[in-house]
């Protein structure tokens, strides 16, 4: 199979997360989730934990520079040599600039950047219902992707919780923060040429065989 270098683009709650998980599954490439390091950094009272915190519980981005060299680190080891696919990085465009010029040192490059589509509604209504595993960071919807028991998490049976970031007002800030920061990665990507867009209004499984299918064409 060729390289595959991919990147997860999206509002918080438009299913970055749940489909990540799954092609995942699929690729079998290591999954880089900035979001779940960052939440085991706090967790584990690490030092890089105790500065990101503040940041993530007002729902604002943590400065570039805690999460740059993480994120390069991983990427220039050997687990990642045939790919990696990266959720909730890049989110700035100093991050998007530090990823390419990591990848042009190893010559290599950004290979698909899927941009999952959703509306703020539709991310409210969500992130409202959210629960995360808290060993792992598996993700349920309370309505549209239950666990099997209440409260437990199917795969590994640790508790589900709410994110403390998944309450209303900091959900608004996180939408501001995607809108303000994020959202210029649409037509940083759209200009190289790398960006596909999948309607993540639908169903889990049919936003799943779409990205799928994209992921055929890009491997083959
Ligand atoms: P992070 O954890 O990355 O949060 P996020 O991008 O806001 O994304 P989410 O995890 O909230 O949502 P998701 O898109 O993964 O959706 P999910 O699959 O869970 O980051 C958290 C914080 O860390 C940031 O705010 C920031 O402070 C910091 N951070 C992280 N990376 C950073 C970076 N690079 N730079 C600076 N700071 C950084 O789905 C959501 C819910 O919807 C679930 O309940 C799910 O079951 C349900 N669902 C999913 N798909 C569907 C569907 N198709 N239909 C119905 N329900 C669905």
Redesign the pocket.
């Known amino acids: 199979m060729p390289e595959l270098n991919l990147v997860?683009l999206?509002?918080?709650?438009?299913?970055?997360?749940?489909?990540?998980?799954r092609l995942n599954a699929d690729l079998h490439l290591p999954y880089y989730?900035?979001?779940?390091?960052?939440?085991g950094a706090v967790r584990d009272q690490t030092a890089l934990g105790k500065s990101?915190k503040e940041?993530?519980d007002r729902?604002?981005?943590?400065?570039?520079e805690?999460?740059v060299g993480i994120?390069a680190e991983r990427i220039d080891s050997e687990e990642a040599r045939q790919g990696f696919i990266l959720?909730?990085?890049?989110?700035?465009t100093p991050?998007a600039e530090a990823l390419d010029a990591k990848l042009g040192e190893l010559g290599r490059e950004v290979s698909s950047v899927l941009l999952?589509d959703?509306s703020d509604d539709?991310?409210v209504?969500?992130?409202g219902?959210?629960?995360?595993c808290e060993a792992e960071?598996h993700?349920?919807?309370?309505?549209?992707?239950p666990p099997k028991v209440e409260g437990v998490c199917d795969i590994d049976g640790s508790p589900l919780i709410v994110?403390d970031?998944?309450k209303p007002d900091v959900i608004r800030k996180?939408l501001a923060?995607?809108h303000e920061k994020?959202e210029p990665l649409v037509a940083y990507y759209d200009a190289k040429g790398v960006l596909e867009r999948v309607d993540?209004?639908?169903?889990?499984s049919?936003?799943t065989d779409e990205l799928r299918g994209i992921l055929a064409a890009v491997g083959s």
């Open positions: 997860l999206g509002p918080p709650g438009s299913g970055k997360g749940t489909q990540g998980e989730a900035t979001g779940d390091i960052l939440r990101a940041y993530m729902g604002d981005l943590v400065p570039d805690l999460i994120i959720d909730g990085f890049p989110r700035t991050q999952i959703v539709e991310v209504r969500r992130l219902g959210r629960r995360t960071g993700v349920y919807h309370v309505e549209f992707n994110r970031d998944d996180r923060t995607y994020t993540g209004a639908r169903e889990p049919e936003v």
